[in-house]
């Protein structure tokens, strides 16, 4: 079973940059999509960006798109978010996912959540 942990959140101030890591540990995550979330106080969790297996492939929620970038290193069993240009609106716990499905898209069959790294991004 894969376990999975989120790191690298913390307080930056707009136009700030963080870069957040998911760590994965259990089974190689090579064969597996994934994706970020995030979910801010009193909101659903909404979806941010997904991987494909091999790094080739990447889609982005329209809100960050331009400004977040998703990328992987299977060799690490590792998945990044590089957040760029952050606004108050970026602040939210972030979640990494596998995904379960082949789709490339913000739905699907996602799972093993991480237990999130809290953003916070001070105007």
């Known amino acids: 079973q894969v376990q999975l942990v989120e790191s690298g959140g913390g307080l930056v101030q707009a136009g700030g940059s963080l870069r957040l890591s998911c760590a994965a540990s259990g089974r190689y995550i090579v064969s597996y999509n994934m994706g970020w979330f995030r979910q801010a106080p009193g909101k659903e969790r909404e979806f941010v960006a997904v991987?494909?297996?091999?790094?080739?492939?990447?889609?982005?929620?329209?809100?960050?798109?331009?400004?977040?970038?998703?990328?992987?290193?299977n060799a690490k069993n590792t998945m990044y978010l590089q957040m760029n240009s952050l606004k108050a609106e970026d602040t939210a716990v972030y979640y990494c996912a596998l995904k379960f499905d082949y789709g490339l898209g913000p739905s699907g069959d996602f799972g093993s959540w991480g237990q999130g790294t809290q953003v916070t991004v001070s105007s």
Do not use: H, L
């Open 51 to 73: 991987i494909d297996w091999n790094g080739a492939n990447t889609y982005y929620a329209e809100s960050v798109r331009g400004r977040f970038t998703i990328s992987r290193d």
